[in-house]
């Protein structure tokens, strides 16, 4: 691959700017529902991108006792991580931009950098209620995140490798296969919603009680850009999901499957968005009890009726 | 983690006006709880003894912006009792119902903000599109959405006439039928319970012990309601039941207050149905007789207590109030022990505070020397222009003649 080539896939498509905009579209989606299952007029389409550009021209200020370099760092590492985990997901076709045998593993860590960076973020600005957040970032992470890898496992296990392309490719041979992972699906959703820390996984930027969590502290372009790393991830989140668990139509021709590709981002947002309207914010505990009481044998069972219709039917 | 001191408050986004509350913390549990009042006063009390009756009335309707027309009823009452004025029936009439739409629109704003506090924010969204039904029934009544300005000495100002008590009933179904949801939302919505029951505990005893008022106490079970125990305006005249719940938590404060909504549409049909002719206001003098009188008035949030004195003048010689706030803040500390951080914000919003209503007076104590002394409006004022003159440089008393010179020249 050339060098022009490699540098368009990075910086136009399906690189930052496709992602960006992406992203972009992704959030006002979220909040319009959002608005609209409240029963409230919600923003005009423009109104990601006017905030987006309203922040980069803004102020930046850093705590005095913040440590700079991690400080300014931290929301460049989310950005990238995030942007970074597309590259390896199929989208509209059957094989991601790259793909090797454990790919899925990369993505998923990929996508663990982000929280990583904001607990850092958080933590390094010192300020209390930015303390506190990262910390419940921190503890956020070790409940959801092992449910997101159980979600994602069973799948794989079922396709029997452990590439995203190869798994697809699975599926489109075998689409009945996708009806048995139903219960997976579900936990990865709700591990998706912790991930993006939305309702009632909002616990480390909960308003009410820590301002804005690892965020009080940032301003101006830093915001931006973590702002635009968390809808980078939902950007990503959803394509895994889609990728994993939604993956019928991909042998189409292209434009058809990219379609098929947005309406299948477009349901994922819109069940996280009606989560969000449904339910309150839990407290920390609470989540940490709910996701390991209820959730995490759920994905077990999952899993071990994946490989029991394995060992026995195939 | 060590034990982190958080301060939530005087500027924080869980807070609608400043108060602070210093929480120290050990992880997430709440160790220690300070709290500070007194960032929002506004010298209403003594503010008062420089006007005229008439113009007091006005001003202290204007001491809570929720429960404007229990300020100004409770302080009326007292007045009238002071001159002996006996009300006609009908404005006694008027002025309950007014009372009860007033109930309605305070708490379904409690109800959203609750929701808000929680993470619920559909919650908010839900009850405060509803509660614009009863904002505009008190605007249709009275032109004013807050601040009605519907009291007088002796009576009311606007009638409530056929139409509107028509439109009052009409309106009362439609929010009686949302209430009603509201209620099932509440008890049947699990992530709400989650976050609501067992939070912010206070015992039946210690209700008592703190002088807890309101749907608060009676949440812990203590059955106390002014309508009731001590009937004003037309409250003898009407059927209801005081709403009581054992739960002694957050959620018990919910289902107290959804419970009170039902009881006050009940009300409000009863009112308007045995509505009687008459006056809506009677003469009242405008010196009032040497005396004086408390009252007493349920308000959205609890017993809401005025005292007027009089001394024959048309200016009361010492007007003194206090907010329900006032009396629930001290159990607030009682109910933050022992719980988490997530659920300060609840727990405080669960008193439906009104910290500016609550902020009264000044005094300075003097840990040396262990001395306490209450600053009067003369040495206060004093100090306020000499602290703007050698701090700031800016001299109030030299501005004022300037302004007096310019107003001459006009």
């Not at chain 1, 041979?173 to 959703?189: K, R, T, Y």
């Not at chain 2, 409250?235 to 404060?253: M, Q």
Request: net charge neutral; charged share 20%; glycine share 6%.
């Amino acid at each position: 691959m050339g060098i022009a080539s490699a540098l368009f896939n990075i910086i136009v498509f399906p690189g930052f700017l496709f992602l960006g905009v992406m992203g972009l579209i992704l959030e006002y989606l979220d909040r319009i529902l959002y608005a609209r299952f409240q029963n409230r007029q919600g923003p005009p389409f423009y109104q990601p991108l006017a905030d987006f550009i309203k922040l980069t021209a803004k102020e930046e200020i850093i705590p005095e006792e913040a440590d700079r370099r991690v400080f300014k760092f931290m929301p460049i590492i989310a950005l990238t991580a995030a942007t970074t985990a597309f590259f390896y997901i199929p989208m509209w076709g059957t094989s991601a931009l790259f793909s090797f045998t454990g790919d899925v593993i990369v993505v998923l860590y990929l996508l663990t950098i982000p929280t990583v960076s904001f607990f850092l973020g958080g933590w390094s600005s010192t300020s209390m209620y930015a303390s506190i957040g990262a910390v419940r970032t921190l503890t956020q992470l070790f409940s959801y995140e092992v449910l997101l890898f159980l979600g994602i496992l069973s799948p794989m296990l079922l396709a029997d490798t452990w590439s995203l392309s190869e798994s697809t490719i699975y599926y489109q041979h075998h689409p009945v296969m996708m009806l048995l992972n139903i219960a997976a699906f579900a936990i990865s959703m709700i591990a998706l919603l912790g991930k993006l820390e939305k309702v009632p996984f909002d616990i480390a930027e909960a308003e009410t009680e820590i301002v804005g969590g690892s965020f009080t502290e940032y301003t101006g372009r830093l915001l931006a850009l973590f702002r635009m790393a968390i809808d980078v991830e939902m950007v990503v989140g959803a394509s895994l999901i889609a990728a994993v668990f939604l993956p019928f139509g991909l042998m189409l021709n292209p434009v058809v499957a990219f379609i098929l590709y947005l309406i299948k981002v477009c349901i994922i947002v819109f069940l996280l968005s009606l989560f969000r309207t449904l339910f309150a914010r839990l407290r920390i505990d609470q989540m940490v009890s709910v996701c390991w009481k209820y959730f995490a044998p759920l994905a077990l069972a999952q899993i071990l009726f994946v490989m029991i219709v394995k060992g026995v039917f195939l | 983690m060590a034990i982190v001191k958080i301060p939530i408050g005087p500027q924080h986004p869980a807070l609608k006006e400043p108060e602070s509350f210093l929480i120290s913390l050990d992880g997430e549990r709440i160790q220690e709880v300070g709290m500070r009042l007194g960032y929002n006063h506004r010298g209403i009390e003594k503010a008062a003894e420089g006007r005229t009756y008439i113009q007091n009335i006005y001003l202290l309707e204007r001491v809570c912006g929720i429960c404007s027309h229990s300020h100004s009823t409770a302080f009326i009452q007292a007045v009238e009792e002071v001159a002996g004025i006996e009300l006609s029936r009908r404005a006694k009439y008027i002025r309950t119902i007014m009372g009860e739409l007033e109930r309605i629109h305070s708490h379904l704003l409690w109800l959203g903000v609750a929701g808000h506090e929680v993470g619920f924010d559909t919650l908010l969204m839900y009850s405060w599109r509803d509660r614009e039904i009863v904002m505009d029934l008190l605007a249709m009544i009275s032109g004013n959405r807050v601040n009605y300005g519907m009291n007088t000495f002796g009576g009311v100002r606007r009638d409530i006439d056929k139409q509107k008590q028509q439109d009052i009933l009409t309106a009362v179904d439609a929010l009686e039928e949302r209430t009603k949801y509201y209620a099932k939302v509440a008890t049947e919505e699990i992530t709400l319970i989650k976050r609501l029951s067992g939070v912010g505990y206070i015992s039946k005893e210690d209700v008592y012990r703190l002088g807890t008022v309101g749907p608060t106490g009676r949440a812990s079970g203590m059955p106390r309601d002014t309508r009731k125990d001590d009937p004003y305006a037309a409250y003898d005249e009407v059927d209801f039941n005081v709403i009581t719940d054992n739960h002694c938590d957050v959620y018990g404060r919910t289902l107290v207050r959804v419970g009170e909504l039902m009881e006050t549409y009940k009300i409000i049909r009863q009112l308007i149905k045995n509505m009687p002719d008459g006056e809506i206001a009677v003469k009242f003098p405008r010196r009032v007789p040497a005396g004086e009188a408390t009252s007493r008035y349920e308000a959205p949030r609890g017993e809401d207590v005025h005292y007027v004195k009089g001394n024959g003048t048309d200016k009361p010689e010492r007007v003194k109030l206090r907010a329900p706030t006032l009396a629930n803040l001290q159990s607030v500390s009682k109910m933050l022990e022992d719980n988490n951080l997530a659920d300060v914000p609840i727990t405080i919003a669960a008193i439906d505070p009104c910290f500016s209503c609550t902020d009264r007076m000044i005094r300075i104590v003097d840990n040396s020397k262990g001395s306490a002394n209450t600053t009067d409006w003369e040495t206060l004022r004093k100090k306020g222009i000499e602290w703007y003159r050698n701090e700031k440089g800016i001299d109030f008393t030299d501005l004022n003649k300037k302004y007096a010179n310019i107003r001459k020249v006009d």
